[in-house]
């Protein structure tokens, strides 16, 4: 793939409300942030479409929709998925365009997991059972308890930048699999491949107002809208802390049901007895995959005092050797921020550690490429070491390619450290020694725990955060939970 393969996509990129696109007087640029030319013309939402796709999402779920059985849904995510299929370079060119992240990521991640996302939850809707209890009393009486699942109605899905496709699809399709119609919100930084999402619904035929896709920001706009329009019954988010709490206080007053995936501040614990090498390359995956712009990444590392300072220079030589640049360029593993304003933001981190007294291991600045990528949103991989622990570089999310890599003593005391955060979301653990990485895993408090591994995700099993990083758990049976609603039947038999 070059660049000449973003030429095959939509130049201006509209809503896709009740069956058909629909353009808006005002729109946005989407600007690369490979080289800050603009891809293409995005329609901003006014409250007039917001409040049409809501309305036809809700005529969609009382409609056609809500009558299907589970077995004729998980077909259509089957269709949906196979659609994807067909147009996966399309994806891909959608996703490299629009983030500038390698090639090779966008087919083996977000493309691959945007198809086994609606794939994984059409089979768990087919698959799925109920609970049936049977019940006696002490005065001889009998029932049956069985539980049913009911959609919740219309459920607006707000996604983030950092994995476009793979976070959209992660909410669309679990909602659509329960019997809901969603109106969906892309990042503004990212709208191209939920608009190429929205070509797929058409052209598989999916019934009018199932799947509604609006464009827009956030504040006071499409985003905010949604979530205070008072026909949609649920709000199912991923993004910034601070974003899910101004989207907590948006629906209080409805009390809609609300699922939060939000931003985390990772740990990665490396124990002196640790594979070393797998650990190194680990770590450096960890906190560099995606320009670290990936929720799951470490930012916080922690390596057990023998060991660290040779795990210091193992993991500079690594990052060092790592390509920034063009994702069409051969060889390129590591893109740019999603953009200027972005790369701003992490820019200010690495001053900012300078005055918190870093040692600046590697990178700190900005590579300079001598050619248009210099309008681009790079930064250089950088690792620092010498910060204390409330140090604010250790302490508030950056989401750039960085981390922090600190000595440890004891581990009782690394725990402490690791949970001495305002987020919850994840942590890697890196020991041969299998007692204590099932002790240590088990204090930790995030929502996911790896052990000698980062980023394998078993769809089925539940996902989300603890504090700052979020509430409800997505994944398997946690999405058929959060997308319905159950009611027990209660019967009485004799
Ligand atoms: P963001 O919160 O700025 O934006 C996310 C989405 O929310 C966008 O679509 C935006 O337009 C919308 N939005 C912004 N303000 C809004 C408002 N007031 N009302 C309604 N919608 C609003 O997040 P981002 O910068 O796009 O994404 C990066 C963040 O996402 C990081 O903090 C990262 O950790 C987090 N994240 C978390 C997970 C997870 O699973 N926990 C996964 C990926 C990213």
Known sequence: MNASSQAALPKRLRHFVDGDFADSDQTFANISPVDGSELSRVAEADMRIVDAAVRAAKRAQRGPWGQLSAQARADWLHKIADGIQVRFDDFVAAEVADTGRPVSQARSLDVARGIANFRTFADLVRTSHSEFFETSTSDGREFINYVTRKPLGVVGVISPWNLPLLLFSWKVAPALAMGNCVVAKPSEETPTSATLLAEVMRDIGLPAGVFN???????????????????????????????????????????????????????????????????????????????????????????????????????KEKTEALEVGSPYEPGTTTGPMISQQHRDKVLSYFKLAVAEGATVVTGGGVPAFGDANDNGAFVEPTIWTGLPDDARCVTEEIFGPVCHVAPFDAEDEVVRRVNDSAYGLAASVWTSNLQRGHRVARQIETGIVWLNAWFERDLRTPFGGTKLSGFGREGGRHSMDFYSELTNVCVRIA
């Not at 960890?286 to 799951?296: H, I, K, M, P, R």
Request: charged content about 20%; overall charge negative.
């Open 213 to 315: 896709l609006i464009h827009g920001h956030g504040a006071n706009a499409a985003g905010e809208w949604l979530t205070r329009h008072a026909d949609i019954d649920a709000i199912t988010f991923t993004g910034e802390s601070k974003t899910g709490s101004a989207i907590m206080k948006a629906v209080a007053d409805g009390v809609k049901n609300v699922s939060f995936e939000l931003g985390g501040k990772n740990a990665a614990v490396v124990f002196a007895d640790a594979d070393f090498d797998q650990a190194v390359e680990g770590v450096l995956r960890s906190s560099f995959t995606n320009a670290g712009q990936v929720c799951l990444c470490s930012e916080r590392v922690y390596v057990e005092r023998p060991i660290f300072e040779r795990f210091v220079a193992a993991l």
